[in-house]
């Protein structure tokens, strides 16, 4: 089975070369064609990789499992085949029986697999939604919807174009297939090792170096990875241990490590598949997603980055003797391919416009630098383990967002999206901010039960229409949807990142939540900020932006400073003067020049209070001017 997988992977990866490239000495592929060729090769693994229940046996896969791969593949080849067909004679409307019963049973596979990557709850909303359609003109009028057939369903889904060759798919297809291989990439050359040490190298020593270096490292890491908790499993083995030797609490290094790790997915230029589906959902090229991402990602890492160093000139941890560090130079010297391919890959994105052949170019770089060094050559285990990689994150997409594609479709043929737009509108009555607050609750809640791009794909289309229709930025709007989805991870009851951080640091699981919602404050804020104010996300003039993104650092600073409890430069705050400081924060970081005022009036009265009634810790004080330079 394993070399099943391995020609599986390497034959979907060439089907996406020869389509992507525009390569033609075979005939032209149809689109529609290539994605069911997709899924023939991507979603057949899932039931190989993923068991019934408990663990894999990927050398010996039960007879049950065997039959599902293969139903699965000839499910997806069947409709490869008929795909002029399916297009030419209206088959989703119409179906003969054969593909009629083909397409019922890849339904019910693709919710089979998604349960088996996703999860129960993730099957059980996708289950709501395919189903939905039968029943939907029952329902009161927030949710009612025209209704059919279970054959029209199974038809729609299988074969029409909101379904599941649908946009999710197509994503897959057009573009994130080539980031998923320039990521696998990246780490089967040693990228992760890369990131550690370049970060080790750069703020190890600094006051908190430890905290520090597990930001930095994370943010870059995940800005490949595309996935928190992986990314937290990953990074965090090595630096959540490094940050407890240094003299950080467990909790609070996990958390650190937390809110670090789920940075990463919002940070360009890989920014997991939910950016690519919001790229699709808005027609933009996926460049201008990560262009908006930009400011609203170093305004994150920023006062993640602040409160970690508030904490060490607080607490006065220092940081690790340079002995204990690699050299920089050795670094760069060693790791320079992955800066290469990193600024071509930004410089093809940014310059060139070739999003959809950046990727293909930058992993080429990599395999090909790797495959000729002297030392650490990559090996047929390496590359091996590069295909497999790459085929078990596409296995992954692959049935995730076949099933996403199918929610899209239940609410598009039941015409539900719009009418629940409507209701929404009527229900927060032109107010924006009780229509932004219930966009938040909303996208925190689904967040926490279903995969982030399942939860941004089913705002976007019954959510975000009403905001827009108020005179919103839709790409402010669509961001909006996603950070708001992302808080369920440090944030409790959930807090998926935050909770595998403590595993690894052995710490409570409550206690890391709240610490990761305390450092990630930032990210419960920015969204709103961004969305009344689309400079920050370079919308507008030069001037609006400029004004915004200079507030919002300025209140990011404050507001990293009260949490924490510790100003740089003057001390620590007394307790009640800790809300002050907060609120100027808030106040300077609105989208308004008399909030701005505000904000400032109060931040210097809060800063004078601070000055008299404050206290400087003793184990810091006389070294905070050479480590602040330094931090």
Known sequence: MGAYFLAST??????????????????TLMGSAY????????????????????RAQANNPPVYDLILTALSLFCGLYFCWHAEEIAAMGWEIYPPMTPLIT??????????????????????????????????????????????????LAAYFSMGPSGIIGLPMRVVGNILIGYMVFAVALQITGGGRFFMDISAALFGFVRGGAAKVSIFSSALFGSISGSAISNV????????PSMKKAGYPPHYAAAIEACASTGGVLMPPVMGATAFVMAEFLGLPYVDICIAAVVPSVLYYGGLFLQADAYAAKTGLKGIPRSQLPSLSGTLQTGWVYLVSLFLLVWMLLYMRWEVWAPFVSAALLLLVASLRRRDALRLKQWIGFVRGVGTV???????????????????????AHSFSSEIIKLAGGHIWLLLALGAITSFVLGMGMTITACYVFLAMVLAPALVRSDLNPLAVHLFIMYWGMASYITPPVALAAFAGAGIAGSDPMKTGFKSMQLGVVNYFVPFFFVLNPGLIFQGPPWEVAQAISGCLLGMLVISASMEGWVLGIGKPPMWLRPFLFISGLLLAAPEMLTDILGLVLLVLSLIGVRVYGSRNPSTHGKETNDAVAS
Do not use: D, K, N
């Not at 890849?106 to 189903?131: I, K, N, W, Y």
């Not at 003109?137 to 927030?142: K, T, V, W």
């Not at 499993?233 to 959540?240: E, H, K, M």
């Open 103 to 152: 397409g019922a049973v890849l339904v019910v596979l693709v919710l089979e697999a998604a349960r088996r990557v996703g999860g129960p709850v993730f099957a059980g909303l996708c289950l709501f939604f395919t189903t939905f359609g039968l029943y939907s003109s029952h329902l009161p009028s927030l949710l009612q919807g025209m209704s059919y057939g279970p054959s029209r």
């Open 10 to 27: 390497i034959l979907g990866i060439l089907s996406a070369l020869y389509q992507l490239f525009h390569f033609e000495f075979l005939g």
């Open 394 to 416: 596409l296995a992954e997409l692959a049935a995730l967002l076949a099933a996403i594609g199918m929610i899209i479709g239940a609410l598009s043929i039941t015409g539900v």
């Open 233 to 240: 499993l990953t990074t965090g083995a090595i630096t959540i």
């Open 35 to 54: 994605y069911y060729l997709l899924v023939a090769f991507f979603l057949p693994p899932v039931f190989l990789l993923y068991p019934i229940r408990g």
